[in-house]
């Protein structure tokens, strides 16, 4: 199996919000290391560490242009190259405080407004690099092809590999894998503190992309590259 990639936005490394997802999720993205997780009132450590697995293989980020393959005789090189021709064309979104919510059965960090200058940065992300991007195949599609998309999302997953692009597109930290109300529940109040805490610091500006690979299925998402947006 070919390796996958994707463009996601994730925080300087070491910097403040950086420290609490990747502690949040327990595993530092760029080296592939376990880090401990906080101590909660709320949630215990063993239950902490099942409700992060799943996005804890991601690594904290924000997925910008979702995991592909790359097409033909593409490289890692050539991917890598186009990621900063594309990062010197696109200036820094400030994504201003975020907050905790549930999207669906899981929860996530989002910002207070989808502004167009960050639905227009995902989008470039989108359709710039799209070339780049092996078709799906026939399994692929329908692995993805949920029983709840509508007819749009259906024609963007054709288009792009993904249903949940461009107008569809929405902004978020994944901070948890599915889960019970209640659990939820808990697990937004377990970041409520850190959260309004990291809000009070200058804000987060989305100030590079970032380019991730999966090598195997199944395998943990790795932090191979940043590309800094022209400022």
């Known amino acids: 199996m070919r390796p996958r990639y994707a463009i996601y936005f994730a925080p300087a490394h070491g910097s403040p919000w950086w420290e609490f997802g990747a502690r949040w999720l327990g595993r530092d993205e760029r080296d592939d290391t376990s880090l401990v997780q906080p101590t909660l009132v709320q949630i215990a450590p063993d239950e902490l560490r099942e409700i992060t697995a799943e996005p804890r293989r991601y690594g904290f980020h924000a997925t910008l242009k979702a995991p592909f393959s790359l097409s033909g005789d593409q490289t890692v090189d050539d991917l890598t190259a186009r990621l900063q021709v594309m990062a010197a064309t696109l200036t820094p979104v400030l994504l201003g405080p975020l907050h905790v919510t549930t999207l669906g059965d899981f929860v996530a960090l989002v910002p207070a407004l989808a502004t167009d200058e960050l639905m227009a940065l995902a989008a470039a992300c989108?359709?710039?690099?799209?070339d780049l991007r092996a078709p799906?195949?026939?399994?692929?599609?329908?692995r993805r092809r949920i029983e709840h998309l509508n007819a749009r999302e259906q024609e963007l997953l054709q288009?792009?590999?993904y249903p949940y692009v461009l107008e569809r597109f929405r902004f978020?930290?994944?901070?948890?894998?599915p889960v019970e109300s209640r659990a939820g529940q808990r697990v937004q109040q377990?970041?409520?503190?850190p959260v309004a805490q990291l809000?009070?610091?200058?804000?987060?500006?989305?100030?590079?992309?970032c380019l991730?690979?999966?090598s195997a299925p199944?395998?943990?998402f790795k932090r191979i590259a940043d590309a800094a947006l022209s400022a």
């Open 159 to 161: 288009a792009y590999g």
């Open 190 to 193: 377990a970041v409520a503190a």
């Open 136 to 142: 799906l195949s026939e399994v692929d599609l329908a």
């Open 172 to 177: 978020h930290f994944t901070l948890s894998g």
């Open 126 to 130: 989108v359709t710039g690099l799209d």
């Open 218 to 220: 199944g395998q943990p």
């Open 199 to 209: 809000n009070e610091a200058p804000p987060l500006v989305l100030d590079r992309l």
């Open 212 to 214: 991730f690979v999966e």
